[in-house]
Structure formats: structure tokens, C-alpha cells
């Protein structure tokens, strides 16, 4: 990172954004064509997990490249200054790589769900077996993250 001052290192505090996040944004590359798409998640420490339609582009190119690149992004606030080249944004960020896979054991299936779920509700869920064997779910296996803010 070019910026030390920016820097977040301390693991608590990135997790703390993961976790106050609504939205992942999943970079992938398709030969030469990027392609980035925002998803719900779910987190577990080790993998990031996300449930898709069970064909489409992103499974696609995850099945011919499973490098891929996450962003997450909070606390957006516009800061106004007194010249255009004064303004800014205060912001705090996290940005990782990964392997991507399908999920095809049905307790980490079980398991991925039910992140998803702790990120967005409360309480415990349950899924029957039709819509659990219906869903197709993927994981990407966290290789490095930074943590970045700005204005704080």
C-alpha cells in the first residue's frame, strides 16, 4: 500500500468492516475482459460464500479462472473542501484475493448457507433438502486482505 498512514492491520478491525458490509464485489477475468459483480455473502474467517443461479456468465468464468479479487467498502461520506482538488471521501475498505469453488459437500453447503443468513439476519435458519439441493453455492478461499480507511 503506497500509503502507510491509511493502512488497517489489525485483523479485529478489518473483520469489523467485512462484518458491517451489505455487499462483496467479486472481480473476476475472463481471458482479458474484466468482469465485477456485487453479491451478498456470507463469512467465516477463511472463505467468503455466496449462493448463484446455477448457470450464468460468473460461474462461467469461475470454472475457467478461479483467480479472483473482493472489495468490501463502508462509512461513505462526501467531504467538501474550499478548491475542487480539496474534496475527498471519507471511506473505510477491504480488499483481498482467492481461490474460487463450487461447494459441493452438503454440510459446508449447510454451513455457507447459514453464513450468509448471520450476515443479513438473526436467529437460526433451516433449509430443506429441495431448496438445499436446488442452490448452488460457491466459496472463495481468502489467499490475503488489506484493510484501508481515509478521513478517519
Known amino acids: ?18 462484518r458491517a458490509s451489505q455487499v462483496c464485489r467479486l472481480a473476476m477475468a475472463d481471458g482479458c475482459k474484466p468482469y465485477v459483480v456485487p453479491l451478498n455473502f456470507g463469512y467465516t474467517g477463511e472463505n467468503l460464500y455466496f449462493h448463484s443461479a446455477s448457470e450464468g456468465w460468473k460461474l462461467n468464468i ?15 461520506q462526501l467531504v467538501r473542501g474550499e478548491q475542487a482538488c480539496d474534496w475527498g471521501m ?15 459437500d452438503g454440510d459446508e453447503k449447510l454451513l455457507a448457507l447459514a453464513a450468509i443468513m448471520e450476515q443479513y439476519g438473526e436467529g437460526e435458519c433451516t433449509f430443506p433438502d429441495k431448496v438445499l439441493a436446488g442452490t448452488t453455492v460457491f466459496k472463495v478461499n481468502i489467499e490475503g486482505m488489506t484493510g484501508k480507511q481515509s478521513g478517519y
Open 1 to 18: 500500500m503506497r500509503r502507510d498512514d491509511k493502512e488497517i492491520t489489525d485483523r479485529g478491525e478489518i473483520e469489523k468492516i467485512i
Open 62 to 76: 469461475l470454472g475457467r479462472n478461479d483467480r479472483v479479487c473482493f472489495l468490501f467498502d463502508i462509512d461513505h
Open 90 to 104: 471519507r471511506y473505510r475498505s477491504v480488499i483481498g484475493f482467492g481461490k474460487a469453488a463450487l461447494v459441493e
